[in-house]
């Protein structure tokens, strides 16, 4: 295809940018290198590929309306109408949904929009702990999940595992309208059918939160909640590599009917326009389509497979060097591991992996003695690693890296963590090498980036 007025205006906006603003230009120029030249573990994210970042670059963003596509509130929406009837028919054929809302703006926006759809202010809702890795979202006290709704939180057994029978014993108790289920940092699969069970049982909606999973989900590498819950909400950018913002599904639950009568699919739609949001992003829905495309391409299911199998050959070569993998182990992209038992805070692993270019987040831990601002653990994932075409056989590298670098970190305080530097610069070139021999796919590379290998042959 022949460079038309797309391609020629997202070039012209980047040189204009460069021309008019050279302080932004710079560092967005500067934050496309880091992402090349470090080595993202954090589990939360995905690296979106170019076609989906131009699509939220597009002139679609320009579209004002409201309502959903063929019941817009203005003229001129035909195209964009398409564009989200596509999004829409997308996201239902990667889950195997029967109703898809592609406009919520994130995912902390969709569970907002479940919670406030399906309940009363005060309602109970149950949901899995911060600490034991559940979401904000989820009824947590520093949101609004927990302070507009009255919060139960289950937790974890002693294995680590999702307490269901605790979860049980809190539904009887407390009888929720609302059970969350789905986590932030649990590596391990969720048994959607033991909470449905609970939640018929007391008569609540069963909610599952898949965003950190939503790709295992749809490759079928973990078992699907969409047919199970009564609805399923997640973020588009972390394992569906899509852009920054939120989906909601339905199954076969769409024609329940609430308490007022109406249907579970009308009653969500309302509440995500006019209820909680006004204008829908339409350059996201487009990016959202875009990347939800990719969910159905043999190559998403083979990477899907790969995320879960670097995931437990880097948990087991962190285990092998005696670092304490919780659960000790993962079913999916997510490792987590308690740094507190070496000494070390999640803050100053952070700081010093990062100081090499390895980047990880830290993260609270069940029984953490820390706040979540220093945190006793260590969350990684492989959703990025997998992308670079990493393998199992790569993961033995960066685990050693990981514990070269911890190995020999020297805290004094809560912020310096004492790395020397002849070990820091050695990390952070064997860091590069790895980014370096793995490059992002289909991105263009930075000159410092581009291998001499000729392995990449598309990049330009
Ligand atoms: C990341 C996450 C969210 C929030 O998604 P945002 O799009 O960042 O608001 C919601 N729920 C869970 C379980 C998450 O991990």
Redesign the pocket.
Known sequence: MTAGIFDRTLDHGARLLADRDPELYGLLEREQVRQHETLAMVA?ASTADPSVLACEASATGNVTTEGYPGARYHAGCELVDEVERLAVRRAKEAFGARHANVQPH????A?QVVLCSLLAPGDVVLGMGLKAGG?L?HGASASMSGRFFTPVRYGLDGDGLVDYAGMAALAREHRPKLIFC???SYPRAIDFERFREVADEVGAYLVA?I??IAGLVAAGVHPSPVDVAHVTTT?T??QLYGP?G?LILLGRDAGTRTASGRTLQAALEDAVFPYLQGTPRLNTIAAKARALADVATPAFRERAERIVTTAAALAKELDSRGHHVLTGGTDTHMVLLDVARRGLTGTIAERALESCGVIVNKNSIPGDRHGPRVAGGVRLGTNVLALRGMGVAEMAECADLFDTVLAAVRPSGDRDYGLDEGVRRAAAARAAELCRRFPLPDHPLPAAVRPDTGRVAAAV
């Open positions: 939360a994130s995912g902390s926006t569970n979401h979202t789905g986590a932030s939160d965003s950190h973020s950018y972390k920054r939120g």
